[in-house]
């Protein structure tokens, strides 16, 4: 499964990619966007979000397939809305 992925340690929070794409992005936590629906990943609104990204932070990724059962919260700097996997590329803690 394929997800969308933001690299926090390389987004700015310039909110571009929640200007141009509203369906995908939302800054929940008001200081970095959040994925906030991985569906139509083929979306042209999601590729200029990708796009316009002026530090390449956005990326689209495969999500692991074995799911995280650690109980640990995600340490990705944002809470995981989803109520599923940790989609941030980081990881949870316990390093699965
Ligand atoms: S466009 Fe890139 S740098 Fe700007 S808020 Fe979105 S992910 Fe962060």
Redesign the pocket.
């Known amino acids: 499964m394929k997800v969308i992925n933001?690299d926090k340690n390389?987004?700015?929070?310039?909110?571009?990619?929640?200007g141009i794409d509203q369906t995908h992005?939302d800054f929940l936590d008001g200081r970095?966007?959040s994925v906030i629906s991985n569906d139509n990943l083929d979306d042209q609104a999601l590729l200029d979000?990708i796009d316009?990204?002026?530090?390449e932070?956005?990326t689209i990724i495969e999500k692991a397939e074995e799911a995280c059962d650690c109980g640990e919260e995600c340490n990705c700097d944002d809470e995981c809305n989803c109520g599923d996997d940790c989609h941030c590329g980081d990881g949870c803690p316990c390093h699965k």
């Open positions: 933001i390389q987004c700015i929070g310039c909110g571009s990619c929640c992005f970095f966007p979000a316009s990204c002026p530090t932070a956005i």
